[in-house]
């Protein structure tokens, strides 16, 4: 028994050595495969010498993967590609003024903006001037300096019977005499002048609210009294205004037998009269004074 198992030790110890040389000879002769080729490749970059770097590179791996061609082929297919790289280097020249034409059209895209600016700034730059012309047309509302003076106004009633009401069908023909004309309001003006120019003098009113006068159908009109009335300061001379206003409701209440009263619905008398005139000379006398203080 122990002289099978020496036996077997020494055939197992055996066989382990025999491996190991196969093991070291095949691997010798790899290596003697891969310094055949080393010089193959030295000479592949002495042939290839003044070509590009790169793709000769890419022709060495396809030459391994190709179970290491014979040198008659390396040389052939060196050639070839060398033949190739000139065609490419020929034909790259030639492509690049196709390129560069391309880029001819940039300087078109340049000048439209400054197209669309030109314009626009121009367009919207004019419209500013318009706002001087508003803050023109705002000056004229200082007008309030028209402010009215502190104004008089005198009033005459002429008041009819109460069972006897002015008719306006003899009311207007009188009225007409009288220089009256129908005007703004609805009422009766006497201007300046008898013809209706000129600036309002007095006016007159019907006593009825509201106050105008219908002179379409003044035939079917009546009334149980006017009020005369006028300003100050007047258009014209105060005192010649007054004058002609308590003329007219003297005349109207002769005609139509009425009453001429005050503002205060008094009967006037010579001492109405003296006050309404003195009334008149104190506001002429304030308006000079604010005159002279200005």
């Given at each position: 028994?122990e002289i099978?198992?020496l036996?077997a030790?020494?055939?197992?110890?055996?066989a382990i050595?025999?491996?190991?040389?196969?093991?070291?000879?095949s691997q010798?002769?790899?290596?003697m495969k891969?310094?055949?080729v080393k010089?193959i490749?030295?000479?592949k970059?002495?042939?290839?010498s003044g070509?590009d770097?790169?793709?000769?590179?890419e022709?060495?791996?396809?030459a391994k993967?190709?179970?290491?061609p014979?040198?008659?082929?390396?040389?052939?297919n060196?050639?070839?590609?060398a033949e190739?790289?000139?065609?490419a280097?020929?034909?790259e020249p030639?492509a690049?003024?196709?390129?560069?034409p391309?880029a001819?059209?940039?300087?078109?895209?340049?000048?439209?903006?400054q197209?669309?600016?030109?314009?626009g700034s121009?367009v919207?730059?004019p419209?500013?001037?318009?706002?001087?012309?508003?803050q023109?047309?705002?000056?004229?509302?200082?007008?309030?300096?028209l402010?009215?003076?502190p104004?008089?106004?005198?009033?005459?009633h002429?008041?009819?019977?109460?069972?006897e009401?002015i008719?306006?069908?003899?009311?207007?023909?009188l009225?007409l005499?009288?220089g009256?004309r129908?005007?703004e309001?609805d009422?009766?003006?006497r201007?300046?002048?008898?013809?209706?120019?000129g600036?309002v003098?007095?006016?007159?009113a019907?006593?009825?609210?509201?106050?105008?006068?219908?002179v379409?159908?003044?035939?079917?009109?009546?009334t149980?009294g006017v009020?005369?009335?006028?300003?100050?300061p007047n258009?014209?001379?105060?005192?010649?205004?007054?004058?002609m206003?308590l003329?007219?409701?003297q005349?109207?209440?002769e005609?139509?037998g009425?009453q001429v009263l005050?503002g205060?619905r008094n009967l006037?008398?010579q001492?109405t009269?003296?006050?309404y005139?003195?009334?008149?000379?104190e506001f002429?006398?304030?308006?000079?004074?604010?005159a002279?203080?200005?």
């Open positions: 028994m099978f198992l036996i030790g020494v055939l197992i110890i055996g050595f025999a491996h190991g040389l196969k093991t070291i000879r010798g002769q790899a290596k891969t310094k055949a010089p490749a030295t000479q970059d002495k042939d290839t070509f770097d790169d793709g000769i590179g022709v060495r791996v396809v993967r190709r179970h290491e014979k040198m008659e082929q390396m040389d052939l060196l050639s070839s590609q190739a790289a000139q065609e280097e020929a034909v030639a690049a003024p196709e390129f560069a391309a001819a059209p940039e300087p078109e895209f340049e000048q439209e903006p197209v669309a600016k030109a314009p121009e919207s730059e419209e500013a001037p318009f706002m001087p012309s508003i023109a047309e705002q000056a004229p509302e200082p007008e309030p300096e402010a009215p003076e104004q008089d106004v005198l009033v005459l002429v008041v009819a019977k109460e069972d009401p008719e306006g069908a003899e009311l207007l023909p009225l005499t009288l009256m129908f005007g309001m009422i009766f003006h201007h300046k002048e008898s013809s209706g120019r600036p003098l007095f006016s007159m019907n006593m009825v609210n509201p106050g105008t006068f219908d379409d159908n003044m035939e079917q009109f009546n149980r009020a005369l009335f006028m300003t100050l258009a014209g001379d105060a005192m010649k205004a007054f004058a206003m003329s007219a409701a005349k109207m209440a005609e139509f009425c005050d205060d006037v008398t001492q009269v003296q006050h005139q003195g009334q008149i000379r002429t006398r304030r308006q000079l004074l604010a002279g203080g200005h």
